[in-house]
């Protein structure tokens, strides 16, 4: 190993980009979280990839039914999402 390293160059973060994507700090609630992540581990599914595509669903149904996205349209989508197991 070197005894000093050049990170004047480096770049925090993940290492490659993923196009099309934003990360964010998102507060879930707990039973919410938990409920993805057990899915998730059942199915070998990542999480928040489940997340995502709840919520894509949501936002295509909204769309195609002209009906308007709102806090309480995506709450219901959870709930929907948790009491499908």
């Not at 190993?1 to 993940?14: I, L, N, Q, T, V």
């Not at 980009?17 to 039973?31: A, V």
């Not at 409920?35 to 599914?45: I, L, V």
Request: hydrophobic letters at 35%; aromatic letters at 6%; a positive charge.
């Amino acid at each position: 190993m070197r005894k000093e390293y050049d990170f004047s160059r480096g770049k925090r973060g993940a290492v490659v980009p993923s196009p099309g994507k934003t990360r964010i700090t998102i507060m879930l609630d707990d039973e919410v979280l938990e409920y993805f992540r057990e899915r998730a581990d059942s199915s070998g599914t990542g999480y928040q990839t489940m997340i995502n595509a709840a919520l894509k669903g949501a936002v295509d149904r909204a769309k195609s039914g002209d009906e308007e996205l709102t806090v309480a349209k995506l709450r219901e989508v959870i709930r929907q999402e948790l009491h499908t197991v």
